[in-house]
T-cell receptor, first 115, second 117 residues
Framework: ETGVTQSPTHLIKTRGQQVTLRCSSQ?????VSWYQQALGQGPQFIFQ???????GRGNFPPRFSGLQFPNYSSELNVNALELDDSALYLC??????????????FGPGTRLTVL | AQKVTQAQTEISVVEKEDVTLDCVYE???????LFWYKQPPSGELVFLIR??????QNEISGRYSWNFQKSTSSFNFTITASQVVDSAVYFC??????????????FGKGTHLIIQP
């Protein structure tokens, strides 16, 4: 069984640019959530995708957007990058059946640095 | 609004000592779920335990144990006879049942545990 994978591992961008991060969910999981983890902080929920639609969103501006594909993989897009967007971006997948009590399986993350 | 507080930013103990990581949560829901995750230096979050709000039984798994007390809104984590491999950042997290978990997990800021040999 393949776990959650994310690409790329590291990324360096310049302020104002756009970035796309990718996530492949664990086999059998149809829900994907994205989190932003700033240095020394806990992960913060960005949004969740289920059946290719965003069904939950945290306190992040619209320049953070996402997609989920029929194979349940997902993308996180960030436009007009700001210095504060520098963080570890974590993707987590979960089976939908149990709702909030399902543990979320996290990927290794993408480290984004904005200069 | 839901909130998780981990007041201990960093704890350092010598190997084989017992250590307890504190977690206090706030929620208006009567049905919710609490989690502990471990984050080693590699960065990947590793699931340790899940507890629902109706189950206050303490749980023990090897050297790990968890104490859930609704009366004090706490969900503390104890490592007995700590080992160097336990060194990591530990996060407590909360998920409310309303909206079927679509609001994701709310994490605390984490406790950096250092086990010295």
């Amino acid at each position: 069984e393949t776990g959650v994978t994310q690409s790329p591992t590291h990324l360096i961008k310049t302020r104002g640019q756009q970035v796309t991060l990718r996530c492949s969910s664990q086999s059998g999981h149809n829900t994907v959530s994205w989190y932003q983890q700033a240095l020394g902080q806990g992960p913060q929920f960005i949004f969740q995708y289920y059946r290719e639609e965003e069904n939950g969103r945290g306190n992040f501006p619209p320049r953070f957007s996402g997609l989920q594909f029929p194979n349940y993989s997902s993308e996180l897009n960030v436009n007009a990058l700001e210095l504060d967007d520098s963080a570890l971006y974590l993707c987590a997948s979960s089976p939908r059946s149990g709702g909030p009590n399902n543990e979320q399986f996290f990927g290794p993350g993408t480290r984004l640095t904005v200069l | 609004a839901q909130k998780v507080t981990q007041a201990q930013t960093e704890i350092s103990v010598v190997e084989k000592e017992d250590v307890t990581l504190d977690c206090v949560y706030e929620t208006r829901d009567t049905t919710y779920y609490l989690f502990w995750y471990k984050q080693p230096p590699s960065g990947e979050l590793v699931f340790l335990i899940r507890r629902n709000s109706f189950d206050e039984q303490n749980e023990i798994s090897g050297r790990y144990s968890w104490n859930f007390q609704k009366s004090t809104s706490s969900f503390n984590f104890t490592i007995t006879a700590s080992q160097v491999v336990d060194s990591a950042v530990y996060f407590c997290a909360l998920s409310e049942a309303r909206r079927g978990g679509a609001d994701g997990l709310t994490f605390g800021k984490g406790t950096h545990l250092i086990i010295q040999p």
